[in-house]
T-cell receptor
Framework: DQQVKQNSPSLSVQEGRISILNCDYT??????FLWYKKYPAEGPTFLISISSIKDKNEDGRFTVFLNKSAKHLSLHIVPSQPGDSAVYFC????????????FGTGTRLTVIP | DVKVTQSSRYLVKRTGEKVFLECVQD?????MFWYRQDPGLGLRLIYFSYDVKMKEKGDIPEGYSVSREKKERFSLILESASTNQTSMYLCASIKNPGRGGEQFFGPGTRLTVL
C-alpha cells in the first residue's frame, strides 16, 4: 500500500513560471519529509526537506510547504529553469528515521524554454 | 564530497545467471541500502544494512540477497536472474539514520535480464 503518493506523473511548465509539485501521504506518524531530484541515468539527489514542526522551508528558488491536517506537501520552484527538468520524488520518514524512507512514485517535470 | 559509486552503469544478463551488483561509499557511513526503481512504482527498498555483516529485509527482498563484508561495500546478489528483475538498481548510504537524515544515492545500475 503506497503511503506516499504523487498523483501527477508529469508536469510541463514554461521557463520563468512557477512549478508546483504535489505529494500526499497517509501515515500521520511521518514527521520528516524530503524532496529528491533525479536526472536520467543518475541517482536521486537530495533537494530540500521539512520537519513536521514547520509548515514552510525555503532554499533559494525551492520552497516546500507542509499541510499536516491535509497530509499534503508541495514543492514550489520559482522561477522554473530548463535545468530543473527531471523526475522529482517526495519521501517521508517516521520514528525509525532515515533508515526507512517511503518514496512516492515521482513526477516528471519538463520546463519548456 | 559525498560519494557513492556503483560498479556498472548498464548490465545485460541472461535468465538464470547469478548477478552481482557492487556499491562502494567513501563517507564512512554506517547504513547502506539497495532500492529498485520502476516506472509508476517509485523507489522500493530491497535490503539495507546497518553494520558489517548485518542486514535487514526491505519491502521486496524475494529473489535477492546481500553481502556486507566491509563497511564501505554493500553488494546485491541476484541468485538466479529473472526477466522481472529488469530494473534500475540504486544504492544509497547514510551516516545519521535518525530523524532528519538524508540518504545519498549512487548513479544507479540499469540491469536488463533477457
Amino acid at each position: 500500500d503506497q503511503q506516499v503518493k504523487q498523483n501527477s506523473p508529469s508536469l510541463s511548465v514554461q521557463e520563468g513560471r512557477i512549478s508546483i509539485l504535489n505529494c500526499d501521504y497517509t501515515n500521520s506518524m511521518f514527521d520528516y519529509f524530503l524532496w529528491y531530484k533525479k536526472y536520467p541515468a543518475e541517482g536521486p539527489t537530495f533537494l530540500i526537506s521539512i520537519s513536521s514542526i514547520k509548515d514552510k522551508n525555503e532554499d533559494g528558488r525551492f520552497t516546500v510547504f507542509l499541510n499536516k491536517s491535509a497530509k499534503h506537501l508541495s514543492l514550489h520552484i520559482v522561477p522554473s529553469q530548463p535545468g530543473d527538468s527531471a523526475v522529482y520524488f517526495c519521501a517521508a520518514s517516521g520514528k525509525t528515521g532515515a533508515n526507512n524512507l517511503f518514496f512516492g512514485t515521482g513526477t516528471r517535470l519538463t520546463v519548456i524554454p | 564530497d559525498v560519494k557513492v559509486t556503483q560498479s556498472s552503469r548498464y548490465l545485460v544478463k541472461r535468465t538464470g545467471e547469478k548477478v552481482f551488483l557492487e556499491c562502494v561509499q567513501d563517507m564512512d557511513h554506517e547504513n547502506m541500502f539497495w532500492y529498485r526503481q520502476d516506472p509508476g512504482l517509485g523507489l522500493r527498498l530491497i535490503y539495507f544494512s546497518y553494520d558489517v555483516k548485518m542486514k535487514e529485509k526491505g519491502d521486496i527482498p524475494e529473489g535477492y540477497s546481500v553481502s556486507r563484508e566491509k563497511k564501505e561495500r554493500f553488494s546485491l546478489i541476484l541468485e538466479s536472474a529473472s526477466t522481472n528483475q529488469t530494473s534500475m538498481y540504486l544504492c544509497a548510504s547514510i551516516k545519521n539514520p535518525g530523524r532528519g537524515g538524508e540518504q545519498f544515492f549512487g548513479p544507479g545500475t540499469r540491469l536488463t535480464v533477457l
